[in-house]
């Protein structure tokens, strides 16, 4: 089997077909579910495009990032700086110059971590995201522990994003440019370095590549697109506080890109679909006698995270792909 193959950066056709009938599905949810659950789809979709930034660095460039979040916070707290007390701020000017923060504080920060390797990096990325979140955590100019309010949506002069209905497609438009950007961007030149990278780092220094530079650029480009979905995180739930830059959402992205399989975007779009509907069923689960259940929710998820490494270890994209093509073998 190729390398892109093992690595599910090609899919089978038909696991192409059911995800894209899964995209003509999340197209007509709002005309068949409640306001609820469409709200409860977007964020949803916000945290598959969080997820794909994480896959960028951890499925493609093989580099594991435990403070992926301190970017996510970042963006939504330029948002609720942004926008005015008494007024919504424009969505055109607010989304880059908080993608460009996130990006930039991703820049300065990978220009360090990015010299170090293995166990280094794990730890080093952990170190600058705490110190991040410690820095709004303990400061009351910046929110403090109890966070910001942002009470009003970007204004955009095409669409209302104060309708549920408008900024649940525009999270999808998001979604789906985001996905193809990435997709194309993997089996681009610099998508190929990356995964060479991966691969085996030193033979690509030996053959001339400057593997500095392409994994901060890496690092950065992530760290830009997990602000995108931090704004849109920020922009739809209207609070932000330093929760959101945790290490625990950061557990959660590589939770999410392990769970769907690592390698293809898709696998951090189902992923994350899968890591949050989970988590939804776990908390709610009956009480046992005396037992809560739906309390140790984190127990569940832990022996089902636990149960896809032995049994799925590609993820539940590489799982169903796995299928399709032993399927395919056997009509053969």
Same mark, same amino acid.
């Given at each position: 089997?190729?390398?892109?193959?093992?690595?599910?950066?090609?899919?089978?056709?038909?696991?192409?077909?059911?995800? &894209?009938?899964?995209?003509? $599905? &999340?197209?007509?949810?709002?005309?068949?579910?409640?306001?609820?659950? @469409?709200?409860?789809?977007?964020?949803?979709?916000?945290? $598959?495009?969080?997820?794909?930034?994480?896959?960028?660095? #951890? %499925?493609?460039? %093989?580099?594991?990032?435990?403070?992926?979040?301190?970017?996510?916070?970042?963006?939504?707290?330029?948002?609720?700086?942004?926008?005015?007390?008494?007024?919504?701020?424009?969505? =055109? *000017?607010?989304?880059?110059?908080?993608?460009? @923060?996130?990006?930039?504080?991703?820049?300065?920060?990978?220009?360090?971590?990015?010299?170090?390797?293995?166990?280094?990096?794990?730890?080093?990325?952990?170190?600058?995201? #705490?110190?991040?979140?410690?820095?709004? +955590?303990?400061?009351?100019?910046?929110?403090?522990?109890?966070?910001?309010?942002?009470?009003? /949506?970007?204004?955009?002069?095409?669409?209302?994003?104060?309708?549920?209905?408008?900024?649940?497609?525009?999270?999808?438009?998001?979604?789906? @440019?985001?996905?193809? +950007?990435?997709?194309?961007? &993997? *089996?681009?030149?610099?998508?190929?370095?990356?995964?060479?990278?991966?691969?085996?780092?030193?033979?690509?220094?030996?053959?001339?590549?400057?593997?500095?530079?392409?994994?901060?650029?890496?690092?950065?480009?992530?760290? $830009?697109?997990?602000?995108?979905?931090?704004?849109? =995180?920020?922009?739809?739930?209207?609070?932000?506080?330093?929760?959101?830059?945790? +290490?625990?959402?950061? $557990?959660?992205?590589?939770?999410?890109?392990?769970?769907?399989?690592?390698?293809?975007?898709?696998?951090?779009?189902?992923?994350? +679909? @899968?890591?949050?509907?989970?988590?939804?069923?776990?908390?709610?689960?009956?009480?046992?006698?005396?037992?809560?259940?739906? /309390?140790? *929710?984190?127990? =569940?998820? %832990?022996?089902?995270?636990?149960?896809?490494?032995?049994?799925?270890?590609? %993820?539940?994209?590489g799982l169903a792909a796995g299928l399709l093509r032993r399927k395919e073998a056997d009509h053969e």
């Amino acid at each position: 089997m190729s390398a892109a193959k093992s690595h599910l950066e090609i899919l089978p056709r038909g696991l192409q077909v059911a995800l &894209l009938l899964g995209l003509l $599905a &999340l197209a007509a949810f709002p005309f068949f579910g409640t306001d609820f659950y @469409a709200s409860m789809v977007a964020r949803m979709m916000i945290l $598959a495009i969080f997820a794909m930034s994480l896959d960028l660095l #951890q %499925g493609v460039t %093989g580099l594991v990032s435990l403070g992926h979040a301190a970017f996510f916070g970042l963006a939504g707290y330029a948002l609720a700086f942004l926008t005015p007390a008494g007024e919504p701020a424009s969505l =055109w *000017w607010t989304l880059p110059a908080a993608v460009a @923060a996130a990006g930039l504080a991703a820049l300065v920060i990978g220009f360090f971590v990015v010299r170090t390797h293995g166990i280094y990096f794990i730890m080093v990325t952990m170190a600058f995201a #705490q110190m991040v979140f410690y820095l709004f +955590f303990d400061n009351k100019a910046l929110g403090g522990s109890d966070g910001i309010y942002i009470n009003f /949506k970007p204004h955009a002069a095409l669409f209302d994003l104060e309708n549920r209905l408008v900024f649940y497609y525009f999270t999808l438009a998001v979604l789906v @440019a985001v996905y193809l +950007f990435l997709r194309r961007l &993997l *089996w681009s030149p610099f998508g190929r370095v990356l995964a060479g990278i991966r691969v085996n780092e030193h033979r690509m220094r030996a053959m001339g590549y400057g593997t500095f530079g392409y994994k901060l650029a890496a690092f950065t480009l992530a760290g $830009a697109l997990a602000g995108l979905a931090g704004y849109l =995180w920020g922009a739809q739930t209207g609070f932000i506080n330093p929760e959101l830059m945790g +290490f625990h959402m950061s $557990a959660h992205a590589i939770m999410m890109v392990i769970l769907g399989g690592m390698g293809n975007f898709a696998g951090a779009i189902v992923g994350a +679909f @899968a890591f949050e509907y989970l988590l939804h069923l776990f908390k709610d689960l009956p009480d046992i006698g005396a037992f809560r259940a739906g /309390k140790h *929710w984190q127990l =569940w998820m %832990g022996l089902f995270i636990v149960g896809v490494v032995l049994f799925a270890p590609r %993820g539940l994209l590489g799982l169903a792909a796995g299928l399709l093509r032993r399927k395919e073998a056997d009509h053969e």
